[in-house]
Structures are given as structure tokens and as C-alpha cells.
């Protein structure tokens, strides 16, 4: 299997414009998440779905940011407009929900950079 | 809610040598999962080592092996034989254990291996 496949890898964007983040979970995994990571911040968890509902999105920051995912092997992060303290790591992870406890399989990452 | 600390920012240890990063949790849960990820210079975040709760033995792989005290809500890893290819940050989560539950980093450990 691929892993869980995450594009851009980077993007660099001017305030007030709209960024999509993309992510291609695991075949067969049912479980997705979002995560952002910054220095001062850590890793934080913005939202997850289980079989393409989202599940939990409490660590959403505010309206600009919305996930979707339409279907099983494809989900959306936007954030419409950026603001440079957007800037971060985002990644998106899948898991087999099934399998308790079981490991988060993480994307590589994609590197935002707002201006 | 849950919450996951590292008090070590930064370590540095030399090659052969054997090092220990801490961590310490939070929670009222009895049966949780711990885990120890790597994330290289390249981002990628790698699965080191997982440890069941309800388990009273630690944890071990290959070199990598940890030192869980339930009582004490301690989970630290110690890396054996430190290798230059061990030079990472490495994150301590913790993770419910309801299937498909997120997981909850710390801010991370920064260790260099020098030679």
C-alpha cells in the first residue's frame, strides 16, 4: 500500500487567499484525521471523521477552516482566507477503527506558509 | 480531559550511548494505550513503540523499550545502543480505548545523536 497519500507537500500563499489542503487515507482504514503542528502548539488535533462523517471538530480554530470528506478515500482541508498564523504543518492520518488502540498511519505532511 | 507532557525540549546523546526521554500523562481512564512516535528531518511520523495499560510488562523493540508506571502516570522510552539515525523529535500520545479515538501528543522531545 501507498500510506496515506497528502498533497501539496508545500504551499506558500498571500493573506486572504483560500488554501485546500488534500489527503488519500489508507484503503480500508476507516477512521481519518487532521492534525496541525506548529512549534508553540505541538500537534493538535483539528477534526476526525469515522466512514466519512465527521466525528469530532472541536479542534477546529474558527469558520475559516472546514474538512469534508466526500467519500472513503478522499478528504478536504480549506481555510478560507489564511492568515499567516495559519501557518503550520498540517497532516492527516487514517486507522483500522476496528482494531482498538490501533496505530495512526500519518501522510508526510503538508508545510503551509501564509505571507 | 487528557493531557500529555514532556519536560525535556532537548536532548543530545552520543552514538552507543543510551538515552531516556520522560513523559508524563494525565487521565481518569483505567485502560488507555501509550505510544511513542518518531518524526524525522523528513517529517514522517513513525510509529516506535505502543504500550496496552492493562499490560504490566514494558513495552520493547529492538533497541527501543519503555518504562510505563501506571501509579505514577509515567510512560518514558529509552533508546539503547543511539544510533545517528535516531536523531528525530520523538512524541509521547496517549489514546483512549474506544476504537478509533484520537490521539493527544505531547510538544515533543528534540534528540541529536552525535558521533
Known amino acids: 500500500d501507498a500510506g496515506v497519500i497528502q498533497s501539496p507537500r508545500h504551499e506558500v500563499t498571500e493573506m486572504g487567499q483560500e488554501v485546500t489542503l488534500r489527503c488519500k487515507p489508507i484503503s480500508g482504514h476507516d477512521y481519518l484525521f487532521w492534525y496541525r503542528q506548529t512549534m508553540m502548539r505541538g500537534l493538535e488535533l483539528l477534526i476526525y471523521?469515522?466512514?466519512?462523517?465527521?466525528?469530532?471538530d472541536s479542534g477546529m480554530p474558527e469558520d475559516r477552516f472546514s474538512a469534508k470528506m466526500p467519500n472513503a478515500s478522499f478528504s478536504t482541508l480549506k481555510i478560507q482566507p489564511s492568515e499567516p498564523r495559519d501557518s503550520a504543518v498540517y497532516f492527516c492520518?487514517?486507522?483500522?477503527?476496528?482494531?482498538?488502540?490501533?496505530?495512526?498511519?500519518f501522510g508526510e505532511g503538508s508545510r503551509l506558509t501564509v505571507l | 480531559a487528557q493531557t500529555v507532557t514532556q519536560s525535556q525540549p532537548e536532548m543530545s546523546v552520543q552514538e552507543a550511548e543510551t538515552v531516556t526521554l520522560s513523559c508524563t500523562y494525565d487521565?481518569?481512564?483505567?485502560?488507555?494505550?501509550l505510544f511513542w512516535y518518531k518524526q524525522p528531518p523528513s517529517r514522517q511520523m513513525i510509529l516506535v513503540i505502543r504500550q496496552e495499560a492493562y499490560k504490566q510488562q514494558n513495552a520493547t523493540e529492538n533497541r527501543f523499550s519503555v518504562n510505563f508506571q501506571k501509579a505514577a502516570k509515567s510512560f518514558s522510552l529509552k533508546i539503547s545502543d543511539s544510533q545517528l539515525g535516531d536523531t528525530a523529535m520523538y512524541f509521547c500520545a496517549f489514546m483512549k480505548p474506544q476504537a478509533g479515538t484520537a490521539l493527544i501528543f505531547g510538544k515533543g522531545t528534540t534528540l541529536s545523536v552525535s558521533s
Open positions: 492520518a487514517s486507522s483500522l477503527g476496528q482494531g482498538i488502540g490501533g496505530e495512526l498511519f
Open positions: 487521565t481518569s481512564e483505567n485502560n488507555y494505550y
Open positions: 471523521f469515522n466512514n466519512n462523517v465527521p466525528i469530532d
